[in-house]
Nanobody, 123 residues
Framework: QVQLVESGGGLVQAGGSLRLSCAASGSISILNAMGWHRQAPGKQRELVAAIISGDRINYGDSVKGRFTFSRDNDKKTVLLQMNSLKPEDTAVYYC?????????????????WGKGTLVTVSL
C-alpha cells in the first residue's frame, strides 16, 4: 500500500558529506511523521531526524549541528544532508513513515520502513 524508496548512501571519508533521499508513494491520506533512523552493527536502531506533527523536526543528539533534515514541497519526500561525517555515523539508514490510510471507510494508522541504505564513513 505504501512504499518508501531510499537513495543516496555510499562510502565517504571522514569529514565528507552525503545526502539521503526518501520518497513515499501510495494512497496516503495523512502523513503523520516521516524521517530517518539508523542501525549500526551490534547496536539498536536510533532516531537520526524526523518531522512530526506538521513542521516540528527532531534530531538525534549525536547528529545535531551536522545533519540537516528537510522536506520537498510535495511533502512526501524527505532529504537528509549529512555533513562532517564521522566513522561512528557508519550504519544502515532506514526511512520511516507514520501514515493514516483511508481503508474500509475508516482512517487506519500504519507504520512503514524502507529497505535501508548503507552509509560507510572511513578514516
Amino acid at each position: 500500500q505504501v512504499q518508501l524508496v531510499e537513495s543516496g548512501g555510499g562510502l565517504v571519508q571522514a569529514g565528507g558529506s552525503l545526502r539521503l533521499s526518501c520518497a513515499a508513494s501510495g494512497s496516503i491520506s495523512i502523513l503523520n511523521a516521516m524521517g530517518w533512523h539508523r542501525q549500526a552493527p551490534g547496536k539498536q536502531r536510533e532516531l537520526v531526524a524526523a518531522i512530526i506533527s506538521g513542521d516540528r523536526i527532531n534530531y538525534g543528539d549525536s547528529v545535531k549541528g551536522r545533519f540537516t533534515f528537510s522536506r520537498d514541497n510535495d511533502k512526501k519526500t524527505v532529504l537528509l544532508q549529512m555533513n562532517s561525517l564521522k566513522p561512528e555515523d557508519t550504519a544502515v539508514y532506514y526511512c520511516n513513515a507514520d501514515v493514516s490510510l483511508f481503508l474500509d471507510g475508516t482512517y487506519q494508522r500504519k507504520n512503514y520502513w524502507g529497505k535501508g541504505t548503507l552509509v560507510t564513513v572511513s578514516l
